[in-house]
């Protein structure tokens, strides 16, 4: 067992620890007031690599393994947790989808320009009466010989407006359930496909979040992802990875608030000493500090099992639920350090407690985590 980081992986930690300061910070505060999408700093993390870190160099990618995605979605978030999930979508969602479950020419003619940050994709599952429930699919998508109808909505669709390939679940037979349901890749612009108002959000405010409409939509069937009534596997399976990024996010929220807790305790004083040597809040810290390390070994013990081809769906899951968790006590906890100045948007750390709400939200919700785990640990 080891516990040490390769120099590769402090490498890609280190860059993207520079990135996040010098092109996230500056800006990151008007971005979220006027809930403008990062597009100049999304193109720089493309030509950086980080939009397709996992996926094969012969398919535009980094081709690095998901420890390296972890590590960077921590420092990128710590941040801009609004860029941070652009990258968790495009990375988890779109490109590994692709890339494991994709045809040859789906790879050549989708996974390269969004690997190579390009493009970005988004992932539409949720819809207004199917969230946690995904089963419960709406959207349907006809077999019309050559091609398949599609109809329906989709909501909560990260990069919903910037995206320009968009991975659709939809219902092709009722009457077989899950079973019955396939996954399709669609591209902006196609007859029939809408882009709705973009939501006005607690957090991440600068992340696109719309929903999308389809009216009769034709989809070629070379557009379909796997066999027919793959799609709600699809679905399971790609999710079951996209916990992992999220859990990284949630980490890089925490970790990102208790810096800044940590070295504002040093600087304020009161009753004539800084107040990290008040025990009321060096405990806070310390509870922050090691319930931040035990987030990390979680997130990282997931990665690990992923890039060793191993079952991860019990540990992305116990990561997410309590890196999830971990963020937001942490982000609270780093307000209350910080007194009234906590509660005014100069110092940050109001955001990423409004930012570290959806981790507990999206890309499946802490009772859906818990189902996860309890599943695994009763079988």
Not at 29 to 49: A, H, M, V, W, Y
Not at 277 to 286: C, D, E, V
Request: net charge negative; hydrophobic share 40%.
């Amino acid at each position: 067992m080891n516990f040490e980081l390769t120099e590769e992986h402090k490498m890609i930690r280190d860059a993207a620890r520079d990135f996040a300061q010098t092109e996230l910070l500056p800006g990151v505060i008007e971005r979220d007031e006027t809930q403008t999408f990062p597009s100049s700093q999304i193109k720089k993390l493309g030509n950086l690599g980080l939009l397709g870190m996992m996926v094969n160099p012969r398919y535009g990618g980094a081709g690095m393994d998901t420890i390296s995605y972890v590590l960077a979605m921590e420092e990128i978030s710590k941040v801009d947790a609004s860029c941070a999930v652009v990258m968790s979508v495009n990375n988890s969602l779109v490109c590994w989808g692709l890339e494991t479950f994709g045809t040859e020419e789906q790879k050549e003619k989708y996974l390269k320009p969004l690997a190579s940050g390009e493009i970005i994709g988004a992932f539409c599952l949720s819809e207004p009466e199917a969230g946690s429930d995904a089963t419960s699919q709406k959207t349907t998508a006809f077999d019309k010989g050559d091609h398949y109808l599609l109809n329906g909505t989709k909501n909560w669709i990260t990069n919903g407006s910037s995206a320009s390939v968009y991975i659709v679940i939809a219902q092709t037979d009722v009457q077989k359930g899950h079973k019955g349901i396939n996954a399709f890749i669609i591209e902006k612009g196609m007859e029939g496909f809408v882009v709705g108002e973009k939501e006005n959000k607690l957090g991440i405010r600068g992340s696109d979040t719309h929903s999308i409409m389809f009216t009769d939509v034709k989809v070629p069937k070379e557009n379909r992802i796997g066999e027919d009534g793959f799609g709600f596997t699809f679905a399971m399976k790609t999710l079951s990875g996209g916990r992992i990024g999220i859990a990284a996010q949630a980490l890089g929220i925490a970790s990102g608030a208790y810096e800044l807790a940590l070295q504002y305790s040093k600087e304020r004083k009161a009753f004539g000493k800084e107040i990290s040597k008040h025990q009321a809040i060096a405990f806070k810290l310390a509870d922050m500090a090691t319930e931040i390390d035990a987030a990390r070994l979680l997130c990282l013990k997931a990665a690990w099992l992923k890039d060793n081809g191993q079952n991860y769906d019990k540990a992305g899951a116990m990561a997410k639920v309590f890196a999830s968790e971990t963020a937001m006590k942490t982000t609270t906890e780093a307000v209350q350090v910080h007194g009234g100045y906590g509660f005014v948007k100069e110092y940050h750390v109001e955001r990423l407690m409004r930012d570290a709400k959806i981790t507990q939200i999206y890309e499946g919700t802490s009772e859906i985590q818990r189902i996860v785990i309890s599943r695994s640990v009763l079988k």
